[in-house]
């Protein structure tokens, strides 16, 4: 009725999980660096496989 029992796509989980990252990463970049650059590697990731996934599509 109005996308209460939508379930989300995995681009859309991805996706999610990448801003996730990113905010934790920022959060942790004044507090211990090599937290933050593991947090920022892991969305990085993350974003190649959106990218690779909408090159599947295209």
């Keep these: 009725m109005f996308g209460i029992f939508k379930k989300k796509s995995e681009r859309e989980k991805l996706n999610e999980r990448y801003k996730k990252l990113m905010k934790e990463s920022h959060q942790l970049s004044t507090t211990d660096r090599s937290k933050s650059d593991q947090k920022f590697a892991e969305a990085q ?11 599947e599509n295209s």
């Design 45 to 55: 990731e993350l974003l190649t496989q959106l990218d690779n996934m909408e090159k």
